[in-house]
């Protein structure tokens, strides 16, 4: 039962262009939600959160917007430079409830970006 | 600030031996999370731990696998009598204590089990 879904594996852009992830949920309980960046042998390294009560949070090229009704997220990055790229997963909790601490990942989306 | 800490960073087991994972939160972190993650997927919860106190340990296999955090020393994750299908890469989590930035969970490096 896959509660929180990255539906696509990989992602190829341009350097200085736009990268878009998408992140699908199932679970109406989750109420936080993060993203995490990966590079190969290394643990996840937090990007970016934002809570349900909220549908856009920021921080300098990178943006999450939240929308409740489609059980969606998406993480922006704007502009993409090389150094992105990396395997990037959608996480989420139910902060509020019993499975308080319990993360529950995506499968990741690899992202390239080309100079 | 150190980040969360894991040692060993790999690790080689037969089948049948004993695997120890240890993990140091960071400093001020009393909330400690392990995850797994197999080949080709995301990772997945195991167990949620604070001092002296196992939390949520509804992701841990029924057998073999046990979770610690004394109150003095590292979180342990203990797998006995290890097969092969324990092969994957475990990550360790800590987290602050309350308010919104306790969602927040800063991963170590984790550590690669083999099992031959």
């Known amino acids: 039962d896959q509660q929180v879904k990255q539906n696509s594996p990989s992602l190829s852009v341009q350097e200085g262009r736009i990268s878009i992830l998408n992140c699908d949920y199932t679970?109406?309980?989750?109420?936080?939600f993060l993203w995490y960046k990966k590079y190969p042998a290394e643990g996840p390294t937090f990007l970016i959160s934002?809570?349900?009560?909220?549908d856009k949070n920021e921080d300098g090229r990178f943006t999450v917007f939240l929308n409740k009704s489609a059980k969606h997220l998406s993480l922006h990055i704007v502009p993409s430079q090389p150094g992105d790229s990396a395997v990037y997963f959608c996480?989420?909790?139910?902060?509020?409830?019993?499975?308080?601490?319990?993360?529950?990942f995506g499968q990741g989306t690899i992202l390239t970006v080309h100079p | 600030n150190a980040g969360v800490m894991q040692n060993p960073r790999h690790l080689v087991r037969r089948r049948g031996q004993e695997a120890r994972l240890r993990c140091s939160p960071m400093?001020?972190?009393?909330?400690v999370y392990w995850y797994r993650q197999l080949p080709e997927e995301g990772l997945k919860f195991m167990v949620y731990?604070?001092?002296?106190?196992?939390?949520?340990e509804s992701g841990m296999p029924k057998e073999r696998f046990s979770a610690e955090f004394p109150k003095e020393g590292p979180s342990i994750l203990r797998i006995q009598q290890v097969v092969r299908g324990d092969s994957a890469a475990y990550f360790c989590?800590?987290?602050?204590?309350?308010?919104?930035?306790?969602?927040?969970?800063?991963f170590g490096p984790g550590t690669r089990l083999t099992v031959l």
């Open positions: 989590a800590s987290s602050p204590t309350t308010g919104e930035q306790g969602n927040e969970q800063f």
């Open positions: 679970n109406s309980m989750f109420d936080y």
């Open positions: 934002i809570s349900s009560i909220k």
């Open positions: 996480a989420a909790m139910d902060a509020g409830g019993t499975s308080y601490g319990k993360l529950t």
């Open positions: 400093k001020g972190h009393s909330h």
């Open positions: 731990l604070q001092k002296e106190n196992i939390i949520d």
